[in-house]
């Protein structure tokens, strides 16, 4: 089945609305562009399809209903916008879906609420539930008012939290809806040569090169943020769609199997739920470096980490905690979950395994890392 075709087989899909595409460029909201959004996703909704909003718009729409001229510069002013924000955006969609006879449902998310494992699989379960039980549609946003980080080291103007979504229920496409329509190869807005890619079947170096810096004045989020989006969500076997907002009509063409934005195919080597969680969701607290051996042993022998690998410990991390693991170069290849604490990892680097009891002075695991607590990023 050609790739376009099978959008037109989708049940379960996260659409994400950026900053630019919901608000003027004063902040305040475009009811218009909603509007249109709000249609088009409701006659998905209607038809029988599970849909997940992913909508940012916080922080611009309270700038907007604060009358302020620039975006506010420190944490408890951005928190506080937001908070203004947020309410307003809410009440425009909980009011534009009841036209539809829509039921909607606020979540917000931290980049905790993700890394957390129990807090993350509580959202799966809070999500499956209003979609498959209570058929009402999920608006998900960041929890800006919270979090400490969130307007600094944040998911990248929800491109990440909706690729991270997407792969929490286990979506079939995610389409991302901006003022762009589709990756180029340069820089539209500066290069006049610039053509539209239309198909990205492989993340490659120049793939990542034609996303250039391009971002907007209003978000946060740039194309690479959506090139990281496509990363996650094609190595969990899920769909990506990169389109213009500005067509009234985006979500129907997507899904008829219109040639219509850039397309992002699924790896072949997905990831299933908890590997997706170990590769993209969860917070890593350190890490390990290791020898060029130990690089082979796990990128092409598909191993264990054993200690003999290990040349260097970073941070401090107990049992069980998410671990990166570099090469020599100390580039990241891998995430895992540690069998050790990180003091006892830098007893053991460079040791077999037959050693790590007189070691340690005690019996323990011979894997730093197992493979099925394991996830390869190369």
């Known amino acids: 089945m050609d790739h376009r075709n099978r959008l037109k087989e989708v049940q379960k899909i996260v659409v994400k609305i950026g900053t630019s595409s919901l608000t003027y460029p004063s902040g305040r909201l475009n ?11 409701a006659n998905l909704h209607n038809s029988g399809k599970e849909v997940v909003l992913v909508s940012s718009g916080a922080v611009s729409a309270g700038i907007g209903e604060l009358g302020l001229t620039s975006k506010p510069r420190t944490i408890p002013e951005r928190q506080a916008v937001a908070a203004v924000g947020q309410s307003f955006l809410m009440q425009v969609y909980n009011r534009l879906f009841l036209q539809y006879g829509i039921i ?3 979540i917000l998310l931290t980049r905790d609420d993700m890394s957390e494992r129990r807090r993350y699989l509580n959202a799966r379960n ?9 058929h009402a549609l999920p608006i998900i946003n960041e929890n800006d008012t919270v979090a400490t980080e969130e307007l600094q080291l944040r998911f990248g103007d929800n491109d990440t939290l909706a690729a991270l979504v997407a792969g929490l229920i286990g979506a079939d496409l995610l389409i991302l809806l901006s003022d762009i329509s589709g990756l180029y190869t340069g820089d539209p807005r500066k290069d006049k040569t610039a053509t539209l890619i239309r ?5 490659s170096p120049a793939i990542w090169a034609a996303a250039g810096e391009a971002g907007t004045v ?10 990281e989006a496509a990363r996650i969500a094609t190595r969990s076997g899920i769909m990506m769609v990169l389109a213009s907002s500005a067509d009234g009509d985006i979500l129907n063409r997507i899904l008829s199997g219109e040639e219509v934005g850039t397309i992002f195919l699924p790896n072949h080597d997905t990831l299933v739920q908890r590997e997706r969680w170990i590769a993209f969701a969860g917070q890593p607290q350190g890490a390990v470096i290791i020898d060029p051996g130990a690089v082979t042993a796990l990128l092409v022998g598909k191993k264990s980490l054993l200690p003999s690998g290990v040349i260097g410990v970073k941070g401090k991390f107990g049992v069980g905690d998410l671990i990166r693991v570099l090469d020599p170069t100390e580039k990241e290849i891998a995430r895992g979950l540690s069998n050790f604490t990180a003091e006892e990892i830098d007893k053991i680097k460079g040791a077999n395994t037959v050693n790590l009891p007189t070691l340690l002075g005690y019996k323990t695991f011979d894997e730093v ?10």
């Not at 809070?126 to 209570?134: I, N, P, R, V």
């Not at 198909?199 to 993340?203: N, P």
């Not at 209003?218 to 090139?227: P, Y």
Request: hydrophobic content about 40%; overall charge neutral.
């Open 218 to 227: 209003r978000g946060t989020g740039g194309m690479i943020t959506k090139l």
């Open 369 to 378: 890392i197992h493979r099925d607590n394991l996830v390869c990023l190369e």
């Open 31 to 41: 009811l218009n562009n909603m509007e249109l959004i709000v249609r088009q996703i």
């Open 199 to 203: 198909e990205v079947r492989d993340l």
């Open 126 to 134: 809070t999500l499956l539930m209003l979609t498959k039980e209570y």
């Open 104 to 106: 909607t449902a606020q």
